[in-house]
Structure formats: structure tokens, C-alpha cells
């Protein structure tokens, strides 16, 4: 089973996105799940995470600009991004959050891609 982003595309500086997954009920249930990225030729970052009960944590780099929200009846987690930045360019996939540090070895799907232009 993989998740799967969508809501990506290609946008101008100071746009917005608004970024969807929809997760397995049994993966969902009580997980604090995430949003990562990844740039060309970076390294997968965590941009944000959200609980089960709705408490988040941002990257420094999006913080301000960016909610991660989810809907537990619809085993789904959001991530709408404001005033986006060319550095905001990346695919970017959702997941269980880090534990520890250590990023989910399982369920990663293709992402969505984020291009955002000067």
C-alpha cells in the first residue's frame, strides 16, 4: 500500500497550493502523520506534522506560511502552502511522522510535484 499526494503543479512566487493524501483507515488511525519534500538533488525533508489530536510542528523554512491539517473522518491530511518561494520547489509526499528522527521505511508513494517560479 502507498499514499498518495496530490494537489501539486506548477505556481508563481507568492501563490498558494493546497496538497491532499488520503491514507489507509489502518495507517491512519491515532498516527501523527507528516509532509515531506524533496528537492533536486536533496535530500527528503520533513516539512510539517500533525497528531491525531491536532497539535502540529513546521520547519522553520515554511513556518508562517504553511497548515497542515487533517480530517479523521476521511482518513486524510492536508498541507496548504502560502506565499511560496522558488525553494519551495520539490516533490512532496506525505506519511507517519519521523520517530525518533527516522524517517517511515514503507507506504512512501510518488509525491506530488510543487514547481514554483520567479
Known amino acids: 500500500v502507498q499514499l498518495q499526494a496530490s494537489g501539486g503543479g506548477l505556481v508563481q512566487a507568492g501563490g498558494c497550493l493546497r496538497l491532499s493524501c488520503a491514507a489507509p483507515v489502518i495507517m491512519f488511525r491515532r498516527v501523527v502523520m507528516a509532509w515531506y519534500r524533496q528537492a533536486p538533488g536533496k535530500q527528503r525533508e520533513l516539512v510539517a506534522s500533525?497528531?491525531?489530536?491536532?497539535?502540529?510542528y513546521y520547519v522553520d523554512s515554511v513556518k508562517g506560511r504553511s497548515t497542515i491539517s487533517r480530517d479523521n473522518d476521511r482518513n486524510t491530511v492536508y498541507l496548504e502552502m502560502y506565499s511560496l518561494k522558488p525553494e519551495d520547489t520539490g516533490v512532496y509526499y506525505c506519511n507517519k511522522a519521523p520517530i525518533t528522527g527516522v524517517f517511515p521505511d514503507d507506504y512512501w508513494g510518488q509525491g506530488t510535484q510543487v514547481t514554483v517560479s520567479s
Open positions: 500533525i497528531t491525531y489530536g491536532g497539535a502540529t
